[in-house]
């Protein structure tokens, strides 16, 4: 049941949150939303079941105009996120907004800006910023290159997306124009769809836009999809294996060329297996050896024994790659 609605027209822009049991952080999100200098026409929120008091901070929250829709039933993470999708019909553009995530004041405003003499299914995206479950920045701060944007490298883009170095959810903003985007998450890979996902729509896109300033926070949380999937073998190791090779495939390039980036795709999957090792072994040391022999199985002894190379030289001289808290 809609708490508000506004009326449709041409260079409309909605921003859909799906959320379930989402009160620790929703309303920072909703605030981040509330707070933007453009803000979207219409903001939507998708509970999957919620049993916790989402919609009462939903139906209390007035800074803001919000759609509520919950699910008969919960159906999941990422069946939720590709009914989210299906919403980008309903407007000009398009942006997905996890509900434990931020955005700054000016991300729509500037990111639609981008997009404003673009074709339909251009989009553009922006650095992220991690930050706790206080808000506050973790790791090394984003800079703020305070540029206007540019056109990224498709080529590019899906290389990056093949080594898993994903764009977030939140930090995109495409042209949708009242129609599909033409792609969605995958829900048998609860880990890296979300990769899978941005190489199918850079692929299709007539146009990457890139935005290099930190206009999106990322939370992380003991309660997040990594922090969740991190005991799954198939989620947090194999599963990244299939992702890498599915996304390489829509990189358009001479045969050689695809064969060396498969020996480079195949250490660095070893070599992210080798972290992961790292991480389980002081607890779990059989969960280790899962992983190391998933890493053998998968790439074969050869670049298992360079991706470890690599990783035991880096290790020497800037230490180990901690996981985030």
Same mark, same amino acid.
């Given at each position: 049941?809609?708490?508000?609605?506004?009326?449709?027209?041409?260079?409309?822009?909605?921003?859909?949150?799906?959320?379930?049991?989402?009160?620790?952080?929703?309303?920072?999100?909703?605030? %981040? !939303?509330? /707070?933007?200098?453009?803000?979207?026409?219409?903001?939507? *929120?998708?509970? #999957?079941?919620? =049993? &916790?008091?989402?919609?009462?901070?939903?139906?209390?929250?007035?800074?803001?105009?919000?759609?509520?829709?919950?699910?008969?039933?919960?159906?999941?993470?990422?069946?939720?996120?590709?009914?989210?999708?299906?919403?980008?019909?309903?407007?000009?553009?398009?942006?997905?907004?996890?509900?434990?995530?931020?955005?700054?004041?000016?991300?729509?405003?500037?990111?639609?800006?981008?997009?404003?003499?673009?074709?339909?299914?251009?989009?553009?995206?922006?650095?992220?910023?991690?930050?706790?479950?206080?808000?506050?920045?973790?790791?090394?701060?984003?800079?703020?290159?305070?540029?206007?944007?540019?056109?990224?490298?498709?080529?590019?883009?899906?290389?990056?997306?093949?080594?898993?170095?994903?764009? %977030? !959810?939140? /930090?995109?903003?495409?042209?949708?124009?009242?129609?599909? *985007?033409?792609? #969605?998450?995958? =829900? &048998?890979?609860?880990?890296?769809?979300?990769?899978?996902?941005?190489?199918?729509?850079?692929?299709?896109?007539?146009?990457?836009?890139?935005?290099?300033?930190?206009?999106?926070?990322?939370?992380?949380?003991?309660?997040?999809?990594?922090?969740?999937?991190?005991?799954?073998?198939?989620?947090?190791?194999?599963?990244?294996?299939?992702?890498?090779?599915?996304?390489?495939?829509?990189?358009?390039?001479?045969?050689?060329?695809?064969?060396?980036?498969?020996?480079?795709?195949?250490?660095?999957?070893?070599?992210?297996?080798?972290?992961?090792?790292?991480?389980?072994?002081?607890?779990?040391?059989?969960?280790?050896?899962?992983?190391?022999?998933?890493?053998?199985?998968?790439?074969?002894?050869?670049?298992?024994?360079?991706?470890?190379?690599?990783?035991?030289?880096?290790?020497?001289?800037?230490?180990?790659?901690?996981?985030?808290?």
């Amino acid at each position: 049941m809609a708490l508000s609605k506004s009326n449709r027209s041409p260079g409309s822009l909605i921003t859909v949150i799906p959320v379930y049991n989402g009160e620790a952080y929703l309303k920072a999100t909703l605030e %981040s !939303v509330a /707070s933007q200098t453009r803000p979207p026409d219409r903001l939507v *929120i998708l509970d #999957d079941g919620s =049993t &916790d008091q989402t919609e009462d901070i939903v139906r209390s929250f007035k800074d803001i105009p919000c759609e509520w829709h919950p699910n008969p039933e919960n159906v999941g993470l990422f069946p939720n996120l590709n009914q989210a999708l299906s919403w980008a019909k309903q407007a000009d553009y398009f942006h997905l907004l996890l509900a434990d995530d931020l955005i700054a004041p000016d991300f729509l405003e500037v990111s639609e800006r981008l997009l404003l003499d673009q074709k339909k299914g251009t989009f553009t995206w922006c650095d992220t910023q991690w930050i706790d479950t206080h808000g506050s920045p973790v790791g090394e701060p984003v800079p703020d290159m305070q540029s206007a944007g540019y056109t990224f490298c498709k080529k590019r883009f899906l290389q990056r997306e093949s080594e898993l170095q994903t764009i %977030s !959810v939140g /930090s995109f903003l495409i042209k949708s124009g009242y129609e599909s *985007i033409g792609c #969605d998450f995958r =829900t &048998d890979m609860p880990q890296v769809a979300d990769c899978v996902f941005f190489g199918e729509l850079a692929s299709r896109a007539p146009k990457i836009l890139h935005l290099p300033r930190p206009l999106c926070q990322i939370r992380t949380h003991a309660t997040n999809m990594t922090h969740h999937n991190i005991h799954n073998l198939r989620a947090w190791v194999t599963d990244e294996w299939v992702a890498m090779q599915s996304i390489s495939q829509l990189i358009e390039e001479p045969f050689w060329c695809r064969w060396l980036r498969e020996q480079k795709l195949r250490c660095l999957y070893a070599a992210r297996c080798c972290v992961k090792e790292q991480w389980m072994k002081p607890e779990n040391a059989d969960y280790a050896q899962k992983i190391r022999r998933a890493s053998r199985i998968t790439v074969g002894c050869l670049h298992d024994f360079l991706g470890r190379a690599v990783v035991s030289v880096r290790d020497r001289f800037k230490g180990p790659t901690l996981p985030r808290s």
